[in-house]
Each structure stands twice: as structure tokens, then as C-alpha cells.
């Protein structure tokens, strides 16, 4: 099992460019999340997929952030346009249901904005 | 509404010597609990969880966890501890009609040789 694959893991852009972060959950799994790294915010869940469609949005920090479920092999986080605040290790974490499922996570996406 | 607390940012232990790592939570529910640990550079990996039975977990690398329902308390223990076992330690909760999981701030275990 290769695990919960995201990629790329590192990207640095400048302010006011597209970002877009992208992920592959463990076969299997019916639950996708995204959550944000930082020192000041700690662990911040942005959004969360049950088979594809996602169910709870409301970490999202604004409309500049985006989040799709195409199919159950992959996922996009996407940041348009991005800001210096943005600047974050992004998780991606999926799991084989709700209730008592622990979460498998990503090695993450460290993404700089200058 | 869940909550999750951890209610030290860190904590050091030498080499050998026991070590406990705290997490108090708040569910309306039946209480799911999970221990996660991050190693510099990765991501969150699984410890161990309570789902319901023994109070007393095991999970990886040695370490366990006591269930107390009565002070709403979870905190991971290991016996003796090892400098690898230094990294950033996650305590998270999940209500058993919820679906997503709530994670404490993290505590960051420094084991001294």
C-alpha cells in the first residue's frame, strides 16, 4: 500500500498566483480531508469528502480556496489568487469511514508565498 | 460540540525514565479517541485508539493510554522512553454521531539522552 500521496511537496509562488494542490487517498477509503499546518494556527481542518462529495466546508478560509473530489482516486486543493498568509504545509488525510476509522495522512505540501 | 485539549505545549523527559503526555476532551456523545505522533517533515502518523472495552490501549512503538471516563481524560504513557520517541504528539476526539475528528494543539515530547 503506497499510502496517501500528495503532490508536489514543496511549491513556492509569488502572491497572486494559482495554486493548486493535489492528492490520491489510500484505495479504498470513503473519506478525503484537507487540513493546514501552521505554527500560529496549529492543525486546521479546511474541508472533508464522503464517496466524492464533500460534506463540510467550513474551514475554509475564504472563496480564494477551492476543493474538488472528481473521482475517489484523486483531489484538488486550490488557492486562487494566493497571499504570503497562505503559507502553510498542506494535509491531505483519508480514511475507510467515519466513527471509530483512524485517519492516514499524506506527507503533506509546503507551500511558500513571497 | 467536541473539544480536544492538550494542556502542555511540552513536555522533557530523560532517556529511561517514564513519560506521560495529557488530553482531556469534551463529547455530548459516546467518545472516540486517538493518539497521533509527528516526526519532523511528515505527516501525522496513527498511535493508537479507544473505541470502547479495556481502558488501557496499546499501540505502536510501546506506547498506551488510559481511558478515564469519570475526569474525561485520555493521556498517552510509555515506560520507558527512547530519544527517537521525541516529536510532536496529537490527541484528537470524535463524538460517536460525528463524522470528522477534532485535534488538540499538540504537545512536543523532547526526550534528553
Known amino acids: 500500500d503506497a499510502g496517501v500521496i500528495q503532490s508536489p511537496r514543496h511549491e513556492v509562488t509569488e502572491m497572486g498566483q494559482e495554486v493548486t494542490l493535489r492528492c490520491k487517498p489510500i484505495?479504498?477509503?470513503?473519506?478525503l480531508f484537507w487540513y493546514r499546518q501552521t505554527m500560529m494556527r496549529g492543525l486546521e481542518l479546511l474541508i472533508y469528502?464522503?464517496?466524492?462529495?464533500?460534506?463540510?466546508d467550513s474551514g475554509m478560509p475564504e472563496d480564494r480556496f477551492s476543493a474538488k473530489m472528481p473521482n475517489a482516486s484523486f483531489s484538488t486543493l486550490k488557492i486562487q489568487p494566493s497571499e504570503p498568509r497562505d503559507s502553510a504545509v498542506y494535509f491531505c488525510?483519508?480514511?475507510?469511514?467515519?466513527?471509530?476509522?483512524?485517519?492516514?495522512f499524506g506527507p503533506g505540501t509546503r507551500l511558500t508565498v513571497t | 460540540a467536541q473539544s480536544v485539549a492538550q494542556p502542555e505545549d511540552q513536555v522533557n523527559v530523560a532517556e529511561g525514565n517514564p513519560l506521560t503526555v495529557k488530553c482531556t476532551y469534551s463529547?455530548?456523545?459516546?467518545?472516540?479517541l486517538f493518539w497521533y505522533v509527528q516526526y519532523p517533515n511528515r505527516g501525522l502518523q496513527f498511535l493508537l485508539k479507544?473505541?470502547?472495552?479495556?481502558?488501557l490501549v496499546k499501540g505502536s512503538y510501546g506506547f498506551e493510554a488510559e481511558f478515564n471516563k469519570s475526569q474525561t481524560s485520555f493521556h498517552l504513557k510509555k515506560p520507558s522512553a527512547l530519544v527517537s520517541d521525541s516529536a510532536l504528539y496529537f490527541c484528537?476526539?470524535?463524538?460517536?454521531?460525528?463524522?470528522?475528528?477534532?485535534f488538540g494543539s499538540g504537545t512536543r515530547l523532547s526526550i534528553r539522552p
Open positions: 488525510a483519508s480514511s475507510r469511514g467515519a466513527g471509530s476509522y483512524e485517519q492516514y
Open positions: 484505495s479504498g477509503h470513503d473519506y
Open positions: 469528502f464522503n464517496n466524492n462529495v464533500p460534506i463540510d
Open positions: 463529547v455530548s456523545g459516546n467518545p472516540y
Open positions: 479507544y473505541i470502547t472495552g479495556d481502558n
Open positions: 484528537a476526539v470524535r463524538d460517536s454521531s460525528a463524522s470528522k475528528i477534532i
